[in-house]
């Protein structure tokens, strides 16, 4: 038998080196995986999309610019570019690279998939809003046509992403959404956010963590031109331009129901009954269609019944059927006069 | 000329459906549901409230009081426990006299009669139908007994209440309310406790109380967790602690138990089944009278004798298998030993022994007959004679003392001891339990992570503790 | 509330008329599907038509795969089929796809939609969603004797007139109500009783606009299609098996309901 301490040391390091292995996603081995295979593919992909995304933004895509997306040398480069280039996905001209239009399909193809894949994170996983980007990022290059295809199939073919961008159908045809961005509007406007941009970033999860989602009802209170200062879900917030510049908004002609709301469900103390206002367009997809199958609705009578024994879950009345919710369920649901329950 | 009539009405759909956003659903299901209320108000008179609901809001209050909810859960949980080992005793024996000390002679005579070879009465007498026959008496009674309480709490509607008390817990670790019934099924059946996952409507909580259903120490278990203990662990103490001790030491291991499916629950949720479905939902139903003779049928029928029989289809072949690699000689010496004398210095390096890792390889169709294996390999491999009924045929002990005697005269200690116990908490699920598995969810891959998990954790806790222990 | 009193002396009053089958259902006349909100005792509906024994248990969502069995009643044989319980039809989870794609592509002769006569409002959305389906629905309001426990009187007749389809008061753990249930089903299936159910009305302007220029289309492309808006509503929501039944021209198979109600459709 060997020694206890030297087995004991040994076994350590075996421990610590399959953990570091096989550790689901940050491991070596799914690294090793992720960067064997169609590591090609996803620097061909991410071009097609830089070029796409600067082109749509009247901006002119560059040596410099695409160099800084992929994070390659320029020898890689210009190997990748070469190969684009005789794929026909794009053409060169002096030192601006534009598309072809089978480099726009295909770059359509990748942010189909990309868009779609955040859908199904946001509608049927509790995957944090602020990872649903960077997961489609990794998720973008793993698909074929025909497997989005069948992805958009069972999530009931979604016309636009949970951050409020179309997403591109089948044939590649996308369409466009109109607003105006949140600096845009002036003291007292009220209005619906209608897409979040999720890029850079930074910017995108400060934006999340601060409580901005797409469908949520805002009115502004000042616009000074360098910061504007608007109330949603009756907090304030105050934002520099540079964040207004991420929001789109649609002008709106009068707050509806929210507004009216005095209070969210987890504030509803036992014993009492509230009606029901809204629930709030962050809880999406599956969670919000069961709490509807339930019978939550604008306008149902609820009353809390009792709590667990922890304090959360709590179980409410909802049209004659006790049904528990956790608080980061009830929190998302506004009401409005509470008064003792009957 | 018509395909492009219907492919028309799909893009005009699909352009309206641009103009609707997302709202489509939430102003059809307001609709409805104003229609509803509409309706139900003209159709619906209630009476003021009557006794029945005070009386359940009443029962719903204590059972979910700081005070008198978590007591009441263990009390029930305890009551359902005593219940079950106290009435599966005499059946369980009568059971095993009939058909182990019994039938099983008298079969053997039988063939001895008709002169059938030994190979033959061997395989089929000593292999198969003892391994049946063990499984049978073992497991019958006590889930006979174990299953038809559960459903009677289930169908009085206290289950959905323990779910709602426990969900503060299991929302911590990523899974459902819900995974605390399952959980206490699976002290019951693993299998079991599998196949009533289904009331977990959010595939992804499913899959984490799918996966970690096997930290519950089963029915097959707890017999060798308490033999073990009073062996080795009231061994080691004096006499008068002796039986609180070794008690003590085998809820440790279930709650041992329960604290690596909250922690593995937990990784699971925060890693590999971080992008799978999930939505929770609980409904409190009301509480209903249950039906005695109904619950009885069908919890007979549909839990036990279901699981039962998937048992016994596993165990017959290994039966089988025990006997053959205890009688099939390679330069004199059975397969059993040559594996038992090779493997012996690995195991020990994880405070076990040959004995006890080729017994739970062949024994994996249930964990019942892993005691009997052991106590027949020891006798095999350490040539105790005297004991036992010969090569491949298991067999039990009725006294402790004789038990630990074989067991000190195949070398083992206290380490040994509190491994054994370690390895029967962390290690793959039973073959009832894993075809279950797969049976519930279509997929090669959970089937896997959730056969070798467990394995893979036991390695690890018993080799740190063997060492550790080799250190003082 | 007392049910049945009226019932003992009826002629249909004869459970002799039942033959319960079991899972003997090679042939038969006539299909039926059983729907219900999770936890409103379908299950032990079911059982009683059958003679099988499920599992029922007090839990929202117990039977989760599909269940089938027959019986056979005033010589007719029937198959019935045990839809997954469901809260609602319109989700994208695999319980609700199976019920709906059944509802609407099996061609059900009757919808048995189970009801828990103490929760009646939220069973209602299902009732509903059912009855833009299907014509052919008979609801049976289970657990009235738990409702009287609890002081719900239901007035099952204005129920029935509000719903038009036929309403049966049920206690089904007591076996109680299932012989009327039966002649019901069985009249809706012979065609002798006409459903005229209950149709949603739009309350979102939005919504209706457009429901009504997608209606109108399908119409026209499928004439006479009973479940137009249904079909509309679905589309709209993205469904894809509805989407490929609109494109392949599969949906004109429903139009004849009575020819090719025979011939069940796997889902």
């Known amino acids: 038998m060997p020694n206890p301490l030297i087995a004991l040391t040994i076994g350590l390091v075996i421990g610590i080196i399959a953990i570091i292995f096989i550790y689901p996603r940050k491991g070596i081995l799914s690294r090793l995986k992720r960067s064997t295979r169609d590591k090609e593919r996803v620097l061909i992909e991410d071009t097609l999309k830089h070029l796409y995304d600067f082109h749509n933004k009247n901006l002119l895509?560059?040596?410099?610019?695409?160099?800084?997306?992929?994070?390659?040398?320029?020898?890689?480069?210009?190997?990748?570019?070469?190969?684009?280039?005789?794929?026909?996905?794009?053409?060169?001209?002096?030192?601006?690279?534009?598309?072809?239009?089978?480099?726009?399909?295909?770059?359509?193809?990748?942010?189909?998939?990309?868009?779609?894949?955040?859908?199904?994170?946001?509608?049927?996983?509790?995957?944090?809003?602020?990872?649903?980007?960077?997961?489609?990022?990794?998720?973008?290059?793993?698909?074929?046509?025909?497997?989005?295809?069948?992805?958009?199939?069972?999530?009931?073919?979604?016309?636009?992403?949970?951050?409020?961008?179309?997403?591109?159908?089948?044939?590649?045809?996308?369409?466009?959404?109109?607003?105006?961005?949140?600096?845009?509007?002036?003291?007292?406007?009220?209005?619906?956010?209608?897409?979040?941009?999720?890029e850079p970033h930074e910017i995108y999860e400060q934006l999340v963590t601060e409580g901005i989602y797409n469908g949520m009802e805002i009115r502004v209170i000042e616009n000074n031109g360098n910061s504007v200062k608007f109330e949603g879900n009756g907090d304030e917030f105050i934002f520099a331009k540079s964040f207004c510049r991420n929001v789109l908004v649609k002008k709106t002609k009068a707050r509806t129901e929210i507004s009216e709301a005095t209070g969210t469900l987890s504030s509803l103390d036992i014993g009492e009954e509230a009606e029901v206002v809204a629930i709030s367009k962050a809880c999406i997809g599956m969670q919000r269609r069961r709490l509807m199958d339930f019978g939550i609705v604008p306008g149902t009578k609820i009353s809390a019944e009792m709590k667990s024994l922890g304090g959360d879950p709590t179980a409410y009345k909802v049209r004659g059927t006790s049904v528990a919710l956790r608080k980061n369920q009830s929190d998302l649901i506004f009401i409005k006069n509470i008064k003792k329950a009957a | 000329m018509k395909n492009n009539q219907f492919d028309k009405i799909i893009a005009e759909a699909n352009n309206l459906r641009i103009d609707l956003g997302n709202e489509l659903h939430d102003s059809l299901m307001e609709s409805i549901y104003k229609d509803a209320s509409k309706i139900a108000s003209k159709?619906?008179?209630?009476?003021?409230?009557?006794?029945?609901?005070?009386?359940?809001?009443?029962?719903?209050?204590?059972?979910?009081?700081?005070?008198?909810?978590?007591?009441?859960?263990?009390?029930?949980?305890?009551?359902?426990?005593?219940?079950?080992?106290?009435?599966?005793?005499?059946?369980?024996?009568?059971?095993?006299?009939?058909?182990?000390?019994?039938?099983?002679?008298?079969?053997?005579?039988?063939?001895?009669?008709?002169?059938?070879?030994?190979?033959?009465?061997?395989?089929?007498?000593?292999?198969?139908?003892?391994?049946?026959?063990?499984?049978?008496?073992?497991?019958?009674?006590?889930?006979?007994?174990?299953?038809?309480?559960?459903?009677?709490?289930?169908?009085?509607?206290?289950?959905?209440?323990?779910?709602?008390?426990?969900?503060?817990?299991?929302?911590?670790?990523?899974?459902?309310?819900?995974?605390?019934?399952?959980?206490?099924?699976?002290?019951?059946?693993?299998?079991?406790?599998?196949?009533?996952?289904?009331?977990?409507?959010?595939?992804?909580?499913?899959?984490?109380?799918?996966?970690?259903?096997?930290?519950?120490?089963?029915?097959?278990?707890?017999?060798?967790?308490?033999?073990?203990?009073?062996?080795?662990?009231?061994?080691?103490?004096?006499?008068?602690?002796?039986?609180?001790?070794?008690?003590?030491?085998?809820?440790?291991?279930?709650?041992?138990?329960?604290?690596?499916?909250?922690?593995?629950?937990?990784?699971?949720?925060?890693?590999?089944?971080?992008?799978?479905?999930?939505?929770?939902?609980?409904?409190?139903?009301?509480?209903?009278?249950?039906?005695?003779?109904?619950?009885?049928?069908?919890?007979?029928?549909?839990?036990?004798?279901?699981?039962?029989?998937?048992?016994?289809?596993?165990?017959?072949?290994?039966?089988?298998?025990?006997?053959?690699?205890?009688?099939?000689?390679?330069?004199?010496?059975?397969?059993?030993?040559?594996?038992?004398?090779?493997?012996?210095?690995?195991?020990?390096?994880?405070?076990?022994?040959?004995?006890?890792?080729?017994?739970?390889?062949?024994?994996?169709?249930?964990?019942?007959?892993?005691?009997?294996?052991?106590?027949?390999?020891?006798?095999?491999?350490?040539?105790?004679?005297?004991?036992?009924?010969?090569?491949?045929?298991?067999?039990?002990?009725?006294?402790?003392?004789?038990?630990?005697?074989?067991?000190?005269?195949?070398?083992?200690?206290?380490?040994?001891?509190?491994?054994?116990?370690?390895?029967?908490?962390?290690?793959?699920?039973?073959?009832?339990?894993?075809?279950?598995?797969?049976?519930?969810?279509?997929?090669?891959?959970?089937?896997?992570?959730?056969?070798?998990?467990?394995?893979?954790?036991?390695?690890?806790?018993?080799?740190?503790?063997?060492?550790?222990?080799?250190?003082? | 509330m007392k049910i049945n009193q009226d019932c003992e002396n009826c002629p249909v009053h004869n459970i002799g008329n039942l033959k319960k089958l079991g899972i003997n259902m090679e042939q038969y006349d006539f299909v039926v599907a059983l729907a219900g909100n999770p936890n409103t005792g379908k299950s032990t509906v079911f059982n009683n038509l059958t003679g099988l024994r499920q599992h029922t248990g007090n839990w929202p969502g117990k039977t989760v795969t599909r269940a089938e069995g027959a019986f056979e009643y005033n010589s007719k044989k029937f198959k019935i089929v045990d839809l997954p319980g469901t809260y609602s039809l319109l989700s994208t989870s695999t319980d609700e796809e199976v019920a709906r794609n059944f509802i609407l592509f099996g061609q059900p002769d009757v919808t048995v939609v189970v009801v828990d006569s103490t929760r009646l409002e939220r069973n209602l959305n299902l009732v509903l969603q059912v009855a833009e389906i299907t014509n052919r629905i008979v609801v049976c309001l289970n657990l009235i004797d738990e409702a009287e426990r609890h002081n719900i009187e239901i007035d099952v007749r204005s129920l029935s007139r509000e719903l038009g389809v036929p309403v049966i008061a049920a206690a089904a753990r007591q076996k109680e109500g299932m012989d009327e249930l039966l002649k019901f089903v069985y009249e809706v299936a012979n065609g002798e009783y006409v459903c005229k159910p209950y149709r949603i009305s739009d309350d979102s302007k939005l919504l209706s606009k457009a429901v009504v220029k997608l209606q109108k289309e399908i119409e026209e492309s499928f004439p006479g299609l009973p479940n137009s808006r249904w079909v509309a509503l679905r589309l709209l929501e993205g469904d894809q098996s509805i989407i490929e039944a609109v494109r392949s021209g599969e949906l004109k198979n429903l139009l004849n309901t009575e020819i090719s109600s025979k011939e069940l459709v796997n889902v």
């Not at chain 1, 610019?65 to 070469?82: A, D, P, R, T």
């Not at chain 1, 295809?149 to 996308?174: T, Y």
């Open chain 1, 61 to 198: 895509p560059t040596n410099e610019s695409i160099k800084g997306i992929l994070n390659v040398s320029q020898k890689k480069l210009n190997m990748l570019l070469e190969k684009l280039n005789s794929l026909k996905l794009i053409t060169q001209n002096g030192d601006v690279f534009h598309l072809t239009e089978e480099g726009r399909s295909y770059a359509l193809k990748v942010i189909r998939i990309h868009r779609l894949w955040e859908y199904y994170l946001a509608d049927k996983t509790g995957v944090n809003p602020k990872e649903w980007h960077l997961e489609a990022e990794k998720f973008e290059h793993k698909l074929s046509s025909e497997d989005a295809n069948k992805l958009a199939a069972e999530i009931g073919n979604p016309i636009f992403d949970p951050h409020g961008d179309p997403i591109p159908n089948e044939k590649g045809e996308i369409v466009e959404v109109e607003g105006i961005h949140l600096n845009d509007l002036s003291n007292g406007e009220t209005a619906k956010i209608i897409h979040v941009e999720d």
């Open chain 2, 43 to 472: 159709v619906v008179t209630v009476k003021d409230e009557s006794k029945k609901y005070k009386w359940d809001q009443k029962l719903d209050r204590i059972i979910t009081s700081r005070w008198f909810g978590l007591p009441l859960m263990f009390l029930m949980l305890a009551a359902v426990f005593w219940i079950t080992i106290e009435g599966a005793n005499v059946p369980s024996s009568m059971l095993a006299s009939l058909l182990v000390d019994t039938f099983h002679p008298m079969l053997k005579n039988l063939f001895i009669d008709w002169s059938i070879p030994n190979f033959i009465t061997g395989v089929l007498i000593d292999g198969a139908y003892l391994a049946a026959a063990w499984v049978i008496s073992v497991m019958l009674p006590p889930m006979a007994i174990f299953f038809p309480l559960f459903t009677l709490l289930e169908d009085f509607g206290y289950l959905p209440r323990v779910a709602f008390n426990m969900d503060g817990l299991y929302k911590k670790v990523g899974a459902h309310g819900k995974q605390a019934l399952t959980m206490a099924m699976g002290f019951g059946c693993n299998a079991a406790g599998i196949v009533a996952t289904r009331v977990i409507d959010s595939p992804r909580e499913r899959l984490i109380a799918i996966i970690t259903n096997n930290f519950s120490l089963c029915n097959g278990r707890w017999p060798t967790q308490i033999l073990i203990a009073t062996i080795f662990i009231g061994g080691a103490v004096p006499a008068y602690l002796a039986g609180i001790v070794s008690a003590g030491a085998v809820v440790f291991i279930a709650v041992l138990g329960i604290a690596f499916s909250l922690l593995v629950s937990w990784g699971l949720s925060k890693t590999v089944l971080r992008g799978e479905a999930s939505t929770f939902s609980l409904e409190l139903p009301p509480y209903r009278p249950p039906r005695l003779l109904q619950t009885l049928y069908t919890s007979l029928i549909d839990r036990t004798i279901f699981v039962l029989w998937r048992a016994i289809v596993f165990a017959i072949p290994a039966g089988i298998v025990i006997w053959l690699v205890s009688n099939i000689n390679i330069n004199n010496i059975s397969i059993a030993e040559h594996f038992i004398t090779n493997v012996n210095p690995y195991a020990l390096l994880f405070g076990l022994n040959g004995v006890i890792i080729l017994a739970y390889i062949i024994a994996i169709p249930a964990n019942e007959i892993v005691i009997p294996t052991i106590l027949m390999l020891t006798v095999m491999t350490a040539k105790i004679t005297g004991m036992g009924e010969g090569s491949g045929v298991m067999f039990e002990l009725d006294s402790v003392e004789q038990t630990a005697s074989i067991l000190y005269s195949g070398g083992w200690t206290l380490l040994t001891g509190i491994n054994l116990m370690l390895f029967s908490l962390l290690h793959n699920p039973c073959s009832t339990t894993i075809f279950t598995i797969y049976k519930e969810t279509k997929s090669i891959k959970w089937t896997l992570v959730s056969t070798f998990l467990p394995i893979v954790l036991g390695i690890g806790v018993t080799f740190f503790v063997t060492q550790v222990w080799r250190l003082f």
